[in-house]
């Protein structure tokens, strides 16, 4: 039984920032593709960035050099760092993690299997 358990997260002023964490049990994480989804409300979630088992790291224009993702596979876990946010980077985030390091370069949402339960993170 795969789980992922996120934390982190809050409020935080423009040019701020913020780190999440994503722990994943039940799973190899270091097998896994894992990214990082955001979800503005009544729209769908969008993969930001990803990291594949090979540590190759995919990321969205909207985020590129804010934004970087890192892994600790020793505690299965894996960050999101967020520096010099944005009003628009408030959203809803998620971790997410997929069998296949193709679906690292897709960035389709739809793809991935197992989810964290989401923080929300505000930008003012």
């Known amino acids: 039984h795969v789980q992922l358990v996120e934390s982190g997260g809050g409020s935080v002023q423009t040019g701020g920032s913020l780190r999440l964490s994503c722990s994943v049990s039940?799973?190899?994480?270091?097998?896994?593709?894992m990214a990082w989804l955001r979800q503005y409300p009544g729209k769908h979630r969008e993969v930001i960035l990803s990291?594949?088992?090979?540590?190759?790291?995919s990321y969205a224009d909207s985020v590129k050099g804010r934004f970087t993702i890192s892994k600790d596979n020793a505690n299965d876990t894996r960050y999101l760092q967020m520096n010099d946010l944005r009003p628009e980077d408030t959203a809803m985030y998620y971790c997410?993690?997929?069998?296949?390091?193709?679906?690292?370069?897709?960035?389709?949402?739809?793809?991935?299997?197992?989810w964290s339960q989401g923080t929300q993170v505000t930008v003012s």
């Open positions: 997410a993690a997929a069998p296949s390091s193709r679906f690292c370069v897709r960035f389709e949402s739809s793809d991935f299997l197992f």
């Open positions: 990291i594949d088992k090979a540590g190759r790291t």
């Open positions: 039940g799973y190899t994480v270091s097998s896994l593709c």
